[in-house]
């Protein structure tokens, strides 16, 4: 066993580039890192892909795995495959992350203003309704999920941290109960996601808990009005902080 493990280990020597992978969320972290070197340009567009046998050397996993994270590439439109050929990197044109709903590496700084536009006419606007219909229950998941936010952030993980953000705005929308808004919001949900990869700081985080714990007061108060002015300083408060 010892030797066989020898043998594994210089055989990905044979392939750099890689981080190493932790233990959890394997199929995740292998996604991230084969869409980061699209987004650095080692991979560049109409250029293939080393085959699943070569990633899966090199990353050390599965190609189950390695299969799984290229259908997500396709699945958000950064690369295809060809049969009996091989996958290939995608030409992405500057507004193609519209159509596509493709991650950060297609996102400037133009694009995250506009994303943040966007946010504030949804959540400011769904604010009426979605304060009438909140029930116990919605208030108590959006409690667990500022913890969390809270949890990561003392823990200084931001990726875990928006995670959980994510999820805070996503129930915002869920609890309109109206399943168009639902809808559509899940359509941007990987494009919101994207945004605020590109805007989050460490003290934006910070502030953010303040801003949420202010957001879950005002819901319990049921006080739209100053539910308004505190999502709208927030997310005014995210361009300034995050985005250069």
Same mark, same amino acid.
Request: aromatic share 8%; net charge positive.
């Given at each position: 066993? +010892? #030797?066989?493990?020898?043998?594994?280990?210089?055989?990905?020597?044979?392939?750099?580039?890689? $981080?190493?992978?932790?233990?959890?969320?394997?199929? $995740?972290?292998?996604?991230?890192? @084969?869409?980061?070197?699209?987004?650095?340009? +080692?991979?560049? *567009?109409?250029?293939? /892909? *080393?085959?699943?046998? !070569?990633?899966?050397?090199?990353?050390?996993?599965?190609?189950?795995?390695?299969?799984? =994270?290229?259908?997500?590439?396709?699945?958000?439109?950064?690369? $295809?495959?060809?049969?009996?050929?091989?996958?290939?990197?995608?030409?992405?044109?500057?507004?193609?992350?519209?159509?596509?709903?493709? *991650?950060? @590496?297609?996102?400037?700084?133009?694009?995250?203003? =506009?994303?943040?536009?966007?946010?504030?006419?949804?959540?400011?606007?769904?604010?009426?309704?979605?304060?009438?219909? =909140?029930?116990?229950?919605?208030?108590?998941?959006? #409690?667990?999920? @500022?913890?969390?936010?809270? &949890?990561? &952030?003392?823990?200084?993980?931001?990726?875990?941290?928006?995670?959980?953000?994510?999820?805070?705005?996503?129930? /915002?929308?869920?609890?309109?109960?109206? *399943?168009?808004?639902?809808?559509?919001?899940?359509? =941007?949900?990987?494009?919101?996601?994207?945004?605020?990869?590109?805007?989050?700081?460490?003290?934006?985080?910070?502030?953010?808990? $303040?801003?949420?714990?202010?957001?879950?007061?005002?819901? !319990?108060?049921?006080?739209?009005?100053?539910?308004?002015?505190?999502?709208?300083?927030? @997310?005014?408060?995210?361009?300034? !902080?995050?985005?250069?």
């Amino acid at each position: 066993m +010892e #030797k066989y493990n020898m043998q594994q280990r210089e055989k990905r020597m044979q392939y750099k580039g890689f $981080e190493s992978l932790k233990k959890q969320d394997i199929k $995740e972290q292998v996604f991230e890192q @084969l869409l980061m070197k699209i987004e650095m340009g +080692e991979w560049k *567009p109409g250029e293939k /892909l *080393p085959s699943e046998n !070569e990633l899966t050397k090199a990353m050390g996993v599965s190609r189950i795995t390695i299969r799984e =994270a290229i259908q997500k590439l396709v699945a958000i439109n950064v690369v $295809e495959t060809f049969q009996g050929k091989g996958t290939f990197v995608k030409t992405v044109t500057s507004n193609s992350y519209l159509k596509s709903m493709t *991650p950060m @590496l297609f996102l400037n700084n133009d694009d995250i203003r =506009a994303v943040l536009e966007y946010r504030k006419i949804i959540e400011v606007g769904i604010i009426d309704i979605l304060i009438e219909k =909140a029930t116990e229950k919605d208030i108590s998941i959006l #409690k667990k999920y @500022l913890d969390k936010m809270s &949890y990561y &952030y003392n823990k200084k993980n931001l990726g875990k941290y928006k995670e959980y953000d994510l999820n805070f705005h996503m129930k /915002l929308y869920e609890m309109t109960d109206n *399943p168009f808004i639902i809808k559509i919001s899940n359509i =941007a949900k990987d494009v919101m996601n994207s945004a605020m990869s590109g805007t989050l700081t460490e003290q934006g985080a910070k502030d953010g808990l $303040e801003y949420h714990g202010k957001i879950i007061e005002c819901i !319990e108060n049921r006080n739209a009005e100053e539910l308004k002015k505190i999502t709208k300083s927030m @997310l005014d408060a995210v361009e300034v !902080e995050g985005v250069k």
